[in-house]
């Protein structure tokens, strides 16, 4: 299965904006399956970005986990992310070369948020 930045980033907008803090219950998200939101709950928790727990089981068809709450890398990626402006630059930006890894989404998207703020860095 292929990471899913729009997916990502679903994910990180539902968990920051629960009012709870914690994961909603049932993580479902609209045009996605239970099978794409466990398996990224899983990776994004290898990233650092959300606490998950992992529930992959033997004879499971895909690993997966479910979202407990947001970290603080979570929170920080988010902040920068949740700005559709600044998704649909990075996202434009990033087509043109294909998959990249997650530090250069991370790069770009915080060299668009700059830039959009008229910060030279």
């Known amino acids: 299965m292929k990471r899913d930045m729009d997916l990502v980033r679903q994910i990180l ?13 049932h993580l479902e998200l ?10 990224h709950c899983l990776i994004m928790g290898e990233a650092g ?7 992959t089981e033997l ?3 895909s690993p997966g986990a479910s979202a407990i ?9 988010i902040a920068n992310a ?6 649909t630059q990075t996202k434009s930006a990033l087509s043109k070369l294909g998959d990249v890894s997650f530090s250069i989404w ?5 060299s668009v948020v700059k830039q959009n703020l008229g910060i030279n860095a």
């Open 106 to 110: 991370g790069s770009v998207l915080t």
């Open 82 to 87: 949740e700005n559709e402006e600044n998704w």
């Open 59 to 61: 004879g499971d068809t």
């Open 13 to 25: 907008l539902t968990l920051s904006n629960h009012e709870s803090g914690y994961a909603p219950p």
């Open 69 to 77: 709450r947001l970290t603080w890398e979570g929170h920080d990626f």
């Open 30 to 39: 609209e045009g996605y399956n239970k099978s794409q939101i466990k398996y």
């Open 49 to 55: 970005l959300i606490l998950a727990e992992d529930h």
